[in-house]
């Protein structure tokens, strides 16, 4: 059967099925789909996870001991397939196809490709996952749908976004999705719920100002403690609410402390850094932060970010900005006494 991505939250509150296959090449929507997948076999029971992805050299034989294994607590299993060229080959093909022979109840599989051609969904593994489970295409965003992806995303986490506000926003992020998910997130967390006007997206648009807070994160990532500070005062220069400059913060921290508990044992950077699907152009900082942090580091900087909340909301006699500058030194590398 073929799933729309919209028409997930529907399906997901029924049983799950034994296999969905979910193509397409825009990585912010398929991400967003296998989270709530996720989520959903989670609540059904399936607490496993086992993930696998298809190189030159892949042993197909992986596939069918994983499902095949039993779990020494009885947990259901999630697993997951990554398969970027969409092409399993013959092996990959034959191994898919026994696999869902007789599929065990206990596991559900996620298969992710890149956009599948015609001759791939032709092919007998396709049909055989398509008649036992679903497959969930992923297209594109265009211009003439973006503003209303926009509007409904807004809608989506309570904003309420007047015609205007939609097609200004729209039209700063130039067709990128993640920066308009970036900047919708950035806009909740300091407008919260409620009508948003035009003015409110040009004033919170990362490419309205001369400094914006992912080049500030960027920056810190890569070691660069100069230009962080650097980018830190311009934002405050240019009165930029400290909240959005910590929620930046905070979504990096929690992101990085798992991916380091992750190396704390023994997991490949490269590997950790495949699973969290983090974006090419930021890999390099972010495998240079983890080579040089620690989850305790990085657990001092999650608290740091803590007292900054509570030094906004007035609980704390103490500047935010000084506690921010704070967490951008140690994101640096710079790790003073006491944080």
């Known amino acids: 059967m073929k799933l729309r991505p919209d028409q997930l939250d529907n399906h997901a509150q029924k049983n799950l099925l034994p296999v969905y296959l979910i193509s397409g090449d825009v990585p912010l929507i398929q991400q967003e789909v296998c989270d709530k997948l996720?989520?959903?076999?989670?609540?059904?029971?399936?607490?496993?996870?086992?993930?696998?992805?298809?190189?030159?050299?892949?042993d197909w034989n992986n596939l069918?001991?994983?499902?095949?294994?039993?779990s020494l607590f009885g947990d259901r299993k999630i697993i997951e397939l990554r398969m970027p060229t969409g092409k399993p080959g013959d092996a990959g093909s034959k191994a898919l196809q026994a696999y869902l022979v007789d599929p065990s109840p206990d596991n559900i599989l996620i298969i992710t490709t890149g956009?599948?051609?015609?001759?791939?969904?032709?092919?007998?593994?396709?049909?055989?996952?398509?008649?036992?489970?679903?497959?969930?295409?992923?297209?594109?965003?265009?211009?003439?749908?973006?503003?209303?992806?926009?509007?409904?995303?807004?809608?989506?986490?309570?904003?309420?976004?007047?015609?205007?506000?939609?097609?200004?926003?729209?039209?700063?992020v130039e067709g990128n999705l993640l920066a308009a998910s970036q900047e919708i997130e950035?806009?909740?967390?300091?407008?919260?719920?409620?009508?948003?006007?035009?003015?409110?997206?040009?004033?919170?648009?990362?490419?309205?100002?001369?400094?914006?807070?992912?080049?500030?994160?960027?920056?810190?990532?890569?070691?660069?403690?100069?230009r962080s500070l650097k980018i830190l005062d311009g934002l405050k220069d240019e009165?930029?609410?400290?909240?959005?400059?910590?929620?930046?913060?905070?979504?990096?921290?929690?992101?990085?402390?798992?991916m380091t508990q992750q190396k704390?044992?023994?997991?490949?950077?490269?590997?950790?850094?495949?699973?969290?699907?983090?974006?090419?152009?930021?890999?390099?900082?972010?495998?240079?932060?983890?080579?040089?942090?620690?989850s305790q580091l990085l657990g001092q900087l999650i608290q740091k970010a803590t007292e900054v909340d509570h030094s906004i909301k007035g609980l704390?006699?103490?500047?935010?900005?000084d506690g921010l500058r704070d967490i951008a030194l140690g994101l640096s590398g710079i790790h003073l006494t006491g944080v």
């Open 38 to 58: 996720r989520g959903a076999a989670n609540s059904q029971g399936y607490t496993e996870r086992e993930l696998f992805s298809v190189e030159k050299g892949f």
């Open 64 to 70: 069918i001991q994983s499902a095949s294994s039993i």
């Open 115 to 172: 956009k599948l051609d015609a001759a791939s969904q032709r092919g007998k593994w396709f049909k055989t996952i398509d008649k036992m489970g679903a497959f969930i295409p992923i297209w594109p965003v265009d211009a003439k749908q973006l503003p209303q992806w926009v509007n409904q995303r807004m809608r989506s986490i309570g904003l309420e976004p007047v015609r205007q506000a939609v097609q200004v926003l729209a039209e700063r």
């Open 186 to 226: 950035k806009l909740h967390v300091l407008k919260g719920n409620g009508p948003i006007s035009a003015k409110d997206i040009e004033f919170s648009v990362a490419d309205s100002a001369r400094y914006d807070v992912f080049g500030l994160v960027d920056a810190a990532l890569e070691g660069n403690a100069q």
């Open 239 to 258: 009165g930029t609410d400290a909240t959005v400059v910590l929620w930046a913060f905070t979504r990096e921290l929690r992101t990085l402390y798992a």
């Open 264 to 294: 704390e044992k023994g997991i490949a950077i490269g590997k950790i850094i495949q699973e969290y699907r983090i974006w090419q152009n930021r890999k390099k900082p972010v495998e240079a932060c983890l080579q040089r942090n620690n």
């Open 316 to 321: 704390k006699t103490a500047s935010p900005w």
